[in-house]
């Protein structure tokens, strides 16, 4: 019998986190669905940045300050 883990429960992500924006807390556009693993994955490192503070911390952090892998995203 299929049985799902509860760690692959769906959980609400606010993409604009409600802790710096709580005007958007139940704006459908700024809700996401994703499993509570990932979430819990997600804001323990990336805390309640905005998605712009991420890629910064990304760049600069695990990419060397090399911003051609978001150039090149962005050109995709
Ligand atoms: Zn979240």
Redesign the pocket.
């Known amino acids: 019998m299929a049985h799902k883990h509860p760690y692959l429960k769906k959980t609400k992500?606010?993409v604009l986190p409600q802790s710096r924006f709580p005007d958007l807390a139940d704006k459908e556009s700024n809700i996401v669905m994703v499993s509570e693993r990932e979430?819990d994955s997600?804001?323990r490192l990336f805390e309640n940045k905005l998605p712009i503070e991420i890629l910064d911390y990304l760049v600069n952090t695990f990419w060397g300050g090399n911003k051609n892998f978001v150039e090149n995203y962005l050109d995709e």
Request: net charge neutral; hydrophobic share 0%; glycine share 0%.
């Open positions: 992500h606010h979430h997600y804001h």
